[in-house]
């Protein structure tokens, strides 16, 4: 399953990973908050066994402080956990994006709190490409990765954002 915001929503599951068979539940503009409040029906229902997670931009262009994001994507780990103990969680880093340029220290901050956060669980696995791969040797965002709202990834973008997912959502992995 993968859940988050419209860069889930907009990533072509079919297209990009072929017969895995993968549910997509991003809806635009969310929040982790958002996740949240709606984890019955955009994930629990579905009980499923691994979950790639994308959220937390949206929470740093509408003001959250880095703590805060933290904190809400804690309160989810602590409700996805409850209710599915046994599942894996496949958290994507928080992406630059050239639309939101003057957000880049609060991503790069409230990405160190996710990840410290992540380590401290075996079922969660924090993969700092998702933001990485967006960046250029001297940490500039690549704007050719991006289409023209400069903040959603274009296929390019979903390609790399793939390749590196797909070691950890094959079958039996």
């Not at 409230?110 to 410290?116: H, M, V």
């Not at 696995?125 to 289409?147: H, P, Q, S």
Request: glycine share 8%; net charge positive.
């Amino acid at each position: 399953m993968f859940v988050g915001s419209s860069s889930i929503r907009l990533w072509n599951l079919p297209k990009y990973f072929g017969k895995l068979e993968a549910i997509n539940r991003g809806f635009g503009g969310s929040q982790i908050s958002d996740v949240c409040h709606f984890a019955e029906k955009v994930v629990l229902k579905y009980k499923p066994k691994k979950i790639v997670f994308f959220c937390g931009g949206n929470d740093i262009a509408y003001g959250k402080p880095p703590a805060r994001v933290l904190g809400d994507f804690q309160a989810f780990t602590k409700l996805l956990f409850r209710e599915l103990p046994h599942a894996e969680l496949v958290v994507l880093a928080i992406k630059p994006a050239p639309g939101r340029q003057r957000f880049l220290g609060k991503v790069r901050e409230a990405n160190q709190l996710i990840r410290r956060e992540a380590k401290k669980d075996k079922r969660v696995l924090f993969l700092d490409g998702a933001f990485d791969l967006l960046v250029n040797d001297k940490g500039e965002i690549r704007e050719e990765l991006y289409v023209e709202d400069r903040i959603h990834l274009n296929e390019q973008g979903y390609r790399l954002w793939t390749k590196m997912l797909l070691p950890y959502v094959k079958e039996g992995s």
